[in-house]
Each structure stands twice: as C-alpha cells, then as structure tokens.
C-alpha cells in the first residue's frame, strides 16, 4: 500500500513556512448533490507560505487526470515545488505519485485521517476561491470541464496578483476567550516577493508580469467566463430534460 511509504503529519503545518514553499492538495467535487456516476473535480494546489493557489479541473478523480493536472500546475508554479502535502483520498495516495514524489525530491506526507483541519489551508481556498468561482452546481461534460480551465487560468492571475489576505500570526487565550492576532493583508505575489526562500530571478519575473496585468480587466474577464459556465450548464440541463421527455417506441 502506498500509505506505508508516507509520513503522516501529527497537527496542521505552522502559520508560516520556514523551509519554503509547499503545497497542499484536497480536491473539490462538483457533483452538485447529487454523487452518482462521473462528474468533475477541481485539484487545488496552495502554498502554505504566501498563499499563492492553482487550480485545474479534471473530468474525474482517476489518476491519469489528477496526475497530469500536477504536473502542469507545477510547471506554471513561480517557484520550486517543495512538498506536496495530501488528504488520504486514492487520487493521491497511489505508487504513481508516490514514485514521483521520490524520484524529483519532492517531500510528500499526507494529513490524518478524518482531519480536515490539517488541511485548513486548502480547504479555506477551495471555499475562497474555487467555490466562489463556479458554484455548487454539477459539472460533468468535457465542455464544462474546459470553460472551468479558462476559467481558473485567468482566475490564477487575479487572485494572485491582486487579492491580499491576512494571515494569523498567533492566538492567544485570555480566561475563557481566544484572541487571533493577523499579519498586514498582503497579496500572494507581495509575500512572495518579500521571501527570502525566493530567488531574485523569480522575484523579477513576478513583477514583470505584475506589469503586464490590469486588474479591472481580469474582472470582466472572469465575469465572462462565468456567464460562458452558466449558460453551458443550463444546455446542458435543458438537452437532458428534453431527452427523458421524448417518447419511446418498440
């Protein structure tokens, strides 16, 4: 079982990274209530450190897909992959990207069963961010699949680059009440830049690309996107209704 080669984390990581950026990795399912047959997930990768996430929907969970939505994201990520820390669901706890994982020094531990907090970081993006983005409706066609893409592609950018979040820094009990101390709102792109664990290339490079972009346009963009979404669902649903209402004949 690939679970026997994986470390298992005793609590959720720290507020901040120390070592550098890594990764964590529950999936969203977009099976709108209804769980039968297939239907689409949405693989969230997001960097404990600054905060930076990407998104990649896949048609299912099979490890084909999953896999390659890693491997892209990866590619596209503005610096190292240094672990890659999962829930214990079978798209991820399997000999492919455990092998992987080995083979290009990535560090790969997985969360405690039945704790979704020790993912609190993804979780809190997959609500933040992807939810936010496509709803809970049920999305399974390869055109919705596609649209979701477009979709997370300029949505990567907009969050990234434009959307800052607080971080907590430490808590704090006084008698019977818990006081949460928050760092300065900061965006994903700004955490990254004031890191040491990032290089000045990299750092270059973001805000090069920083340069480039215009928030108010990306707005419209992902508002788009989200009608094209919209509308691709309701045909869907539509073509679906008029099919089970079509006589049949023997």
């Known amino acids: 079982m690939a679970h026997h080669g994986l470390s298992m984390r005793e609590a ?4 901040a990274s120390v070592a550098g950026p890594e990764a964590g990795t529950p999936m969203v399912a977009h099976e709108g209530g209804n769980s ?4 689409a997930f949405t693989l969230n990768l997001t960097d404990v450190s600054s905060g930076w996430t ?4 896949v048609k299912n969970k099979a490890q084909r897909w999953v896999f390659e939505a890693l491997e892209l994201i990866r590619n596209r990520l503005p610096f190292p992959l240094l672990g890659l820390d999962s829930d214990n669901d079978s798209a991820f706890i399997n ?3 455990y092998r992987y994982c080995m083979a290009e020094g990535v560090t790969f531990t997985r969360s405690r069963p039945s704790r979704k907090n020790d993912n609190c970081f993804v979780e809190q993006k997959n609500w933040a ?13 390869e055109e919705e699949v596609r649209i979701m893409n477009e979709l997370y592609d300029v949505l990567r950018l907009y969050v990234n680059f434009f959307q800052p979040s607080a971080k907590l820094v430490s808590k704090e009990r006084i008698g019977s009440k818990v006081i949460k101390h928050y760092d300065t709102p900061k965006t994903p792109c700004q955490r990254l830049l004031e890191s040491i664990c990032v290089d000045e290339a990299t750092k270059e490079a973001l805000r090069q690309a920083y340069e480039t972009l215009n928030p108010a346009d990306l707005k419209r963009r992902i508002d788009r996107l989200k009608i094209k979404l919209e509308r691709c669902h309701k045909k869907k649903n539509e073509a679906r ?4 209402r079509e006589p049949s004949f023997v």
């Open 36 to 39: 039968s047959g297939e239907f």
């Open 241 to 244: 209704k008029a099919a089970n």
């Open 129 to 141: 961010v992807a939810r936010r983005a496509v709803g809970y409706a049920r999305y399974d066609t």
């Open 54 to 57: 990407e998104l990649r929907a």
């Open 95 to 97: 000999h492919q990207l």
């Open 12 to 15: 959720p990581r720290s507020h």
